[in-house]
């Protein structure tokens, strides 16, 4: 999960992107980076953290241009704490290329075989945003006429890139002389629109990872870009679309209503604050068939996805809702923290109970999911501490008992709770009363009950079903024997790093 932005306007862009960025930093506190384009040059800055420490007021002034993308990136292949894998990657050849990607590529080894053996490309880094950036570069080099592009060359060399590319990618890039270039992978896994803005000096666009970035920019929604489509804006501001993939297959990844996604967005024409809702009235006839109603004195919400979800279930079943932790908003998000031993630390740094809402009470507690079950122990006994007599838990999602492979970090079977566990296996291990989950057919209910054409979902966490027909037992293991093997790093390890501010001279159109 990273966040993604490409805009081609009429005023400089460092600004909207920064703000764009801002808006997304939810997707990904890795690390950020933006690139913008003057003439013939990229100038590009990236660097680890959070958006607000990444940039200052000398690399805004540094990042001159009316076009640019920008990044925020939440580590998923690769090494969390290596700074060279902070995006948007650039290579000079052909043309010139800064690509920013969110999602993952399962064939990322393979193709870096090919890049060295056949396409004569060297990876640097053990990004597999890198891998697809020379694939994109070598596709196009074999489409161009010569040294020049085209639209029909560059849509071209985007279906190249679904040939040869499985997983999960959605993808902004800038070609040098050229134009602006987005495109989704043929499952549409990952989340990608684009809106427009209308000024006197012609047409701005805006693609991005969540409808909630236009909102905030002041751009008007068009729609999702589709499954396996490109959209490519060229300097004239000429918008340019066209379907690549063969067969492409509408299956966006379920866990972004669940938990990814901010409430606000609307993604693939679902509204993601209606789904979790939904999610909630549904759990809330998983609740009444498991525990007693009349056992159950208030509905808590796990600040903050779950918010929508107990506030529907707590109505649903006539029972208060009441908020009893309070969260402290200048810790991350402890799902993306690397490590156990950090994610420990935060919980009781991110939340605080209210007292009066637990003292002497029975309360049910509401998350969206349980991956680790690390965070859920944790406020089961802060519960318990502030006063409840018991504590019941339900999940707005199912047990995540598979690894994800498409750009969610929870590859490691051993490090999911639901894992070779029972129901009643898991509430003991959380310590609560009583667990409820809900159901994966009620889970993609909530979905297609907005949208009832939207029938098929990337939803392998949950039923180990990988929708591009690729992973197998030998992937699974090969991905957690890479992940084990990597050397811990401490966290004062970090007090080094440093950003990064490039200026590329480019040749508009072609090659020295």
Known sequence: MCGILGVMATT????????????L?????????????????????????????VFRTRNMRALPGNWGIGHVRYPTAGSAYNFAEAQPFYVNSPFGIVLGHNGNLTNAEQLKGEMFRLDRRHINTNSDSEVLLNVLAHELQSAAHGYELDVDSIFQAVAGVHRRCRGAYAVVALIAGYGLLAFRDPYGIRPLVYGQNETEAGTEYLVASESVALDTLGFKMVRDIEPGEAVFIDL??????RQCAQQPTYAPCIFEYVYLARPDSVIDGVSVYEARLAMGELLAEKVRKNIPVDEIDVVIPIPDSSRPSAMQLAQTLGIPFREGFVKNRYVGRTFIMPGQSMRRKSVR????TVGQEFRGKRVLLVDDS???????????????????????????????????????????????????????????????????YQDIDALKQSVTTIRSDLTVFEASCFDGCYITGDIDEYYLDAVEGNRGGKAAKSDEDGDGKASQQLVLGLAAGGQD
Do not use: C, W
């Not at 400089?12 to 808006?23: E, K």
């Not at 930093?25 to 420490?53: C, M, S, W, Y």
């Not at 740094?349 to 605080?352: D, E, V």
């Open 236 to 241: 004239n501001h000429q918008f340019h679309s």
């Open 370 to 436: 349980i991956v680790r079950g690390t965070t859920s122990r944790e406020i089961v006994e802060m519960a318990r501490a502030a006063g409840a007599i018991k504590v019941y838990f339900a999940s707005a999602a199912p047990p995540v008992r598979f690894p994800n492979v498409y750009g969610i970090d929870m590859p490691t079977r051993a490090e999911l709770i639901a894992t070779g566990r029972t129901d009643a296996g898991i509430a003991a291990e959380i310590g609560a009363d009583a667990l409820v």
């Open 349 to 352: 740094q991110k939340l605080n």
């Open 25 to 53: 930093q939810h997707r990904g506190q890795d690390a950020a980076g933006i690139a913008t384009a003057e003439g013939n040059t990229f100038h590009l800055h990236k660097g680890p953290g959070l958006v607000r420490d």
């Open 12 to 23: 400089p862009v460092n600004q909207l992107l920064y703000d764009g960025l801002m808006v």
